[in-house]
């Protein structure tokens, strides 16, 4: 069927997609090549390749829990073919697709504007939903492999995320590392544990408006560096070039992970807010994303001992993406130590994270805290 990809009511381009797999078979022709997907084009020219994946990521990806049950009750052979349900929607950016020869538009259709169902939303949630599936909602365009979904509340969206395995920790590692960044005054998304059925969720503010969408590490270094650079090069100077100094932001983001043990900051997991009606990149996003962290996948005795140092996105291992920080003067190691029974507090809430567990993750804390600041003071500002 042959859809127009949309941004809000700019016609981008006209492509097909197949009716079985939801994924983009031919592209027709180009309309707009300023209002392409950031990731999609370099040097003035689209690469429909980067489109085709583009679009394949948008859906929720294979590795997500419980997405292979979800289809499997849908009589849904993949994700991507969740995608004209919604038309391609998402709470991110402003993307959608219109069938060719429709008159319909942006602010009809958009999720910031209007509702959406909670019916796919419940089912990856293990609710039973008794009528015909509605579509038409976010959750088919959300990445990440925890449980999620969008919810309306108070006329605000908010994004709420399970935990997973055993301990089930992401929830309060969201928690914990919004504390630090109120602390540390870092811009950030702030998040809160809320439960439900006994079990915790963390839950966040959409960060995008109508007006505004997230433009991912990955995505801007696909259309804006140069690719044989190294990564934190080319993030940097591709920035630079559009007079944004994004060093500042990841000396913070940096730091903080380093606090979290976070070895899962990937490139699609920080980047740019772009205004989506000039295409002005405006500066870095907010922090957000923390919760695959602080041994979050280990057992509690584990958590001393296998903590390792390995690291994304730029190095390896945190004592070499450490060095990449230029600055550390903004960080207040007393309040940060102030803080512990703070952090303790979050993890002990309901009593869900076991006695032990909650004192190994403390001191880990602690340690970290203590290392960061031998980096600091070893560190010629």
Not at 60 to 85: E, K, N, Q
Not at 252 to 269: C, E, K, P, S, T
Not at 369 to 376: D, G, H
Request: charged fraction near 25%; proline fraction near 5%; hydrophobic fraction near 40%.
């Amino acid at each position: 069927m042959e859809y127009d990809l949309m941004h809000k009511d700019t016609r981008v381009l006209q492509m097909s997609l197949d009716e079985e797999s939801g994924l983009i078979g031919s592209i027709e022709r180009v309309y707009s090549i300023e209002h392409l997907p950031v990731g999609t084009f370099q040097d003035g020219l689209m690469n429909g390749n980067d489109l085709r994946k583009w679009w394949a990521r948008r859906s929720i990806p294979a590795s997500r829990s419980g997405i292979g049950d979800v289809l499997y009750s849908l009589d849904i052979p993949c994700a991507t073919a969740l995608l004209p349900g919604c038309v391609g929607l998402s709470l991110s950016d402003q993307y959608w697709i219109r069938a060719s020869g429709t008159e319909a538009h942006w602010k009809d259709v958009n999720f910031f504007d209007n509702g959406f169902s909670e019916d796919l939303g419940d089912l990856m949630f293990g609710k039973t939903v008794e009528s015909d599936m509605d579509l038409n909602t976010p959750d088919s365009t959300t990445d990440g492999v925890l449980k999620k979904r969008w919810k309306i509340i108070g006329g605000k969206r908010f994004l709420i995320k399970a935990g997973a395995g055993t301990a089930m920790q992401e929830p309060f590692n969201e928690a914990v590392a919004s504390l630090l960044m109120d602390i540390l005054d870092v811009p950030h998304v702030p998040y809160s544990v809320v439960w439900s059925d006994g079990r915790p969720y963390s839950v966040c503010p959409d960060f995008v408006d109508r007006s505004t969408e997230l433009v991912s590490a990955y995505s801007f270094m696909n259309s804006y560096s140069r690719r044989t650079d190294a990564p934190y090069d080319r993030y940097v100077d591709g920035c630079r070039g559009l007079g944004i100094d994004v060093v500042p932001a990841l000396d913070r983001m940096m730091a903080v992970d380093f606090l979290m043990a976070n070895g899962d900051r990937h490139l699609n997991n920080f980047g740019l807010i772009r205004d989506a009606d000039t295409l002005e990149l405006l500066g870095p996003a907010p922090i957000y994303d923390s919760g695959s962290s602080f041994g979050h996948d280990l057992l509690t005795k584990e958590i001393p001992s296998k903590m390792g140092e390995s690291c994304k996105p730029f190095k390896n291992t945190f004592p070499e993406q450490m060095g990449l920080v230029s600055d550390f003067g903004w960080i207040d190691f007393d309040a940060l130590r102030d803080a512990l029974p703070g952090i303790k507090a979050i993890l002990s809430a309901e009593g869900f994270l076991d006695a032990a567990r909650v004192e190994a993750l403390t001191h880990l804390m602690d340690s970290r805290i203590s290392a960061l600041e031998r980096i600091a003071g070893g560190t010629a500002r």
